[in-house]
């Protein structure tokens, strides 16, 4: 048959060994969240797009100032009157201040007539050679690749903005630029334009004025590479950072998930191998010092791995139990068939046939008790349980016993001390099921005419309900008031017929109450002068207070 989802005809595929791996799944989901987190918050430190603005702004008004002073130097050096009325810069004077005021502040400028003509660019020396500043050659191929990287970066983050292209003219004119046509109409602006590879150009006009009157516009024009710079500083510290906090956090994390992983890989080996070995040498390893949820999983394995091996002794016992309470009745029964086939006497034959009757009830009454305890068990761990009026259920059962009393049987009295309603969680019919089988026996051991007592108190402040059932027949077997309770222990009164009980009636009523959150106990009743006067067995459960539930009328 195919194996379909890991199992096969319902049943679980065998799973290999379980192997200690470098990095086990926990390791690697702990070092992804933890460095993505980090990753994420280190990208988007990194971007810095405000502070790349903040530094073109504080740029552009340090320009804005520079521009100012050398319009304001321009006006009043640099220009001569031409006719009345009328006045013109001197080309040669421009030319020359021009170039001592911004050679030193690696900015380009350039000076536009009224009508927008180019009059002077400092990039030319003496108006004819063009000098450009050149960027320092890198250290290393290393360095030069990873500034590569870092401007095509750059680039790239400058292209998500929409930002105009800057474009050189041959032949320049004040109208190519909108900056400097605002400063020529009398006002002052600025732009910033992409030059290539991330880098901005940043550019600012101011008129230049005397008396009043636009004599021409002054336009100062710089790169961004010293401000890329400061940004790149302030990246390569975050990084350096981040280097270290990366170095950390891993280590921290491959610390962290090694307290996790290592621990729960050791458990699910130790729990591999004692599902898969025969014999108890192998044990679930004892972290429940780690005080912490590990260690509760190892407590919890390791108690639950002692209990399914009491477990299994119990059945291995009940089998063994079992096998030899048939096996009596079975010799029985066979030896009196085969006697009864070699016998011609009709008198022993009949009662050979008793004989014979006998152990088949025996046999049928040890079958059904046998069954009965064997699905206990699961029957228990199925059923639910609900609020329930015990003091009615015991006093309804007694009602039942004094109803079917014949003769002298022993009677029932019962008497519950307090008024108020006594409430238990349980199972009814497996409560019903212990105190019939109290009952029963308490009759049984009482001589005829005798009494069996019946008393419930509720102590509300220890939250827990005792019944006692007390006979006068001979009490319990001295020095054995708690083995009455194994498998198929029966010590059955003078003259009853042998086999009538097949020895689970206590055994079950036991594990009916530790189901329940309670407990059942034997002892014998004395006199003053220490005689035993009869037997007395005590029910202990869980008190709920009476207003607990719904409360559950008991079936009679």
Same mark, same amino acid.
């Given at each position: 048959?195919?194996?379909?989802?890991?199992?096969?005809?319902?049943?679980?595929?065998?799973?290999?060994?379980?192997?200690?791996?470098?990095?086990?799944?926990?390791?690697?989901?702990?070092?992804?969240?933890?460095?993505?987190?980090?990753?994420?918050?280190?990208?988007?430190?990194?971007?810095?797009?405000?502070?790349?603005?903040?530094?073109?702004?504080?740029?552009?008004?340090?320009?804005?100032?520079?521009?100012?002073?050398?319009?304001?130097?321009?006006?009043?050096?640099?220009?001569?009157?031409?006719?009345?009325?009328?006045?013109?810069?001197?080309?040669?004077?421009?030319?020359?201040?021009?170039?001592?005021?911004?050679?030193?502040?690696?900015?380009?400028?350039?000076?536009?007539?009224?009508?927008?003509?180019?009059?002077?660019?400092?990039?030319?020396?003496?108006?004819?050679?063009?000098?450009?500043?050149?960027?320092?050659?890198?250290?290393?191929?290393?360095?030069?690749?990873?500034?590569?990287?870092?401007?095509?970066?750059?680039?790239?983050?400058?292209?998500?903005?929409?930002?105009?292209?800057?474009?050189?003219?041959?032949?320049?004119?004040?109208?190519?630029?909108?900056?400097?046509?605002?400063?020529?109409?009398?006002?002052?602006?600025?732009?910033?334009?992409?030059?290539?590879?991330?880098?901005?150009?940043?550019?600012?006009?101011?008129?230049?004025?005397?008396?009043?009157?636009?004599?021409?516009?002054?336009?100062?024009?710089?790169?961004?590479?010293?401000?890329?710079?400061?940004?790149?500083?302030?990246?390569?510290?975050?990084?350096?950072?981040?280097?270290?906090?990366?170095?950390?956090?891993?280590? !921290?994390?491959?610390? &962290?998930?090694?307290?996790?992983?290592? =621990? $729960?890989?050791?458990? %699910?080996?130790? *729990?591999? +191998? /004692?599902?898969?070995?025969?014999?108890?040498?192998?044990?679930?390893?004892?972290?429940?010092?780690?005080?912490?949820?590990?260690?509760?999983?190892?407590?919890?394995?390791?108690?639950?791995?002692?209990?399914?091996?009491?477990?299994?002794?119990?059945?291995?016992?009940?089998?063994?139990?079992?096998?030899?309470?048939?096996?009596?009745?079975?010799?029985?029964?066979?030896?009196?068939?085969?006697?009864?086939?070699?016998?011609?006497?009709?008198?022993?034959?009949?009662?050979?046939?008793?004989?014979?009757?006998?152990?088949?009830?025996?046999?049928?009454?040890?079958?059904?008790?046998?069954?009965?305890?064997?699905? !206990?068990?699961?029957? &228990?761990?199925?059923?639910?349980?609900? =609020? $329930?009026?015990?003091? %009615?259920?015991? *006093?309804? +059962? /007694?009602?039942?016993?004094?109803?079917?009393?014949?003769?002298?049987?022993?009677?029932?009295?019962?008497?519950?001390?307090?008024?108020?309603?006594?409430?238990?969680?349980?199972?009814?019919?497996?409560?019903?099921?212990?105190?019939?089988?109290?009952?029963?026996?308490?009759?049984?051991?009482?001589?005829?005419?005798?009494?069996?007592?019946?008393?419930?108190?509720?102590?509300?402040?220890?939250?827990?309900?005792?019944?006692?059932?007390?006979?006068?027949?001979?009490?319990?077997?001295?020095?054995?008031?708690?083995?009455?309770?194994?498998?198929?222990?029966?010590?059955?009164?003078?003259?009853?017929?042998?086999?009538?009980?097949?020895? &689970?009636?206590?055994?079950?009523?036991?594990?009916?109450?530790?189901?329940?959150?309670?407990?059942?106990?034997?002892?014998?009743?004395?006199?003053?002068?220490?005689?035993?006067?009869?037997?007395?067995?005590?029910?202990?459960?869980?008190?709920?207070?009476?207003?607990?539930?719904?409360?559950?009328?008991?079936?009679?």
């Amino acid at each position: 048959a195919a194996a379909v989802n890991g199992t096969q005809k319902g049943r679980s595929l065998p799973r290999g060994p379980v192997h200690e791996r470098l990095l086990s799944p926990i390791t690697r989901r702990i070092l992804a969240v933890n460095i993505l987190a980090l990753a994420l918050l280190a990208g988007g430190i990194l971007f810095l797009g405000e502070y790349r603005r903040g530094l073109i702004e504080a740029e552009l008004d340090s320009m804005f100032t520079h521009a100012e002073m050398v319009a304001g130097a321009l006006a009043e050096g640099a220009v001569a009157p031409q006719t009345p009325g009328t006045q013109s810069f001197v080309r040669e004077s421009a030319r020359q201040m021009l170039h001592r005021m911004v050679e030193t502040s690696h900015s380009r400028a350039r000076l536009f007539g009224p009508d927008g003509t180019l009059l002077v660019d400092s990039r030319y020396i003496a108006g004819l050679v063009e000098s450009e500043e050149l960027t320092p050659p890198d250290d290393s191929a290393v360095t030069g690749a990873l500034s590569g990287v870092y401007s095509g970066t750059l680039a790239w983050l400058s292209g998500k903005e929409a930002i105009p292209r800057y474009e050189e003219y041959s032949i320049q004119h004040g109208s190519h630029y909108e900056e400097s046509m605002a400063a020529l109409e009398g006002d002052r602006a600025a732009m910033v334009r992409k030059l290539g590879s991330g880098v901005l150009l940043l550019s600012v006009a101011v008129p230049v004025q005397r008396y009043k009157v636009v004599l021409g516009a002054v336009m100062l024009s710089k790169d961004s590479r010293e401000i890329d710079a400061a940004v790149l500083d302030v990246r390569i510290d975050i990084l350096k950072v981040f280097a270290v906090t990366l170095t950390v956090t891993f280590m !921290l994390s491959v610390y &962290l998930a090694g307290t996790i992983a290592r =621990p $729960l890989n050791r458990l %699910a080996a130790a *729990a591999d +191998l /004692v599902r898969h070995g025969a014999h108890r040498q192998h044990r679930i390893p004892d972290l429940s010092r780690r005080r912490d949820e590990i260690g509760d999983l190892s407590s919890a394995l390791s108690d639950m791995t002692e209990a399914l091996w009491r477990r299994m002794d119990a059945i291995e016992q009940f089998a063994a139990d079992v096998s030899h309470e048939i096996k009596n009745p079975l010799t029985s029964l066979r030896s009196a068939v085969e006697t009864a086939a070699r016998i011609d006497d009709p008198a022993s034959r009949e009662k050979l046939m008793e004989v014979i009757q006998q152990d088949v009830e025996r046999l049928d009454r040890l079958i059904s008790d046998i069954s009965d305890a064997s699905r !206990l068990d699961s029957e &228990l761990s199925r059923a639910e349980t609900a =609020p $329930l009026e015990i003091s %009615a259920l015991v *006093a309804g +059962l /007694v009602d039942v016993n004094e109803a079917t009393r014949r003769g002298d049987a022993p009677r029932i009295t019962f008497r519950l001390e307090g008024d108020a309603p006594v409430m238990v969680e349980g199972i009814e019919g497996r409560l019903v099921q212990v105190f019939r089988n109290l009952f029963s026996n308490a009759a049984s051991f009482s001589p005829p005419g005798g009494e069996v007592s019946v008393c419930m108190v509720a102590d509300r402040k220890a939250k827990v309900v005792k019944i006692t059932v007390d006979d006068n027949g001979p009490g319990l077997p001295e020095s054995r008031e708690d083995r009455i309770f194994d498998r198929f222990y029966s010590e059955r009164p003078t003259g009853e017929a042998f086999g009538k009980h097949s020895g &689970l009636g206590l055994s079950i009523s036991r594990q009916i109450m530790e189901t329940h959150g309670g407990d059942i106990t034997g002892e014998n009743r004395r006199d003053a002068d220490g005689a035993v006067t009869g037997a007395r067995f005590t029910v202990r459960l869980p008190l709920l207070p009476p207003s607990a539930g719904k409360r559950k009328k008991p079936d009679k």
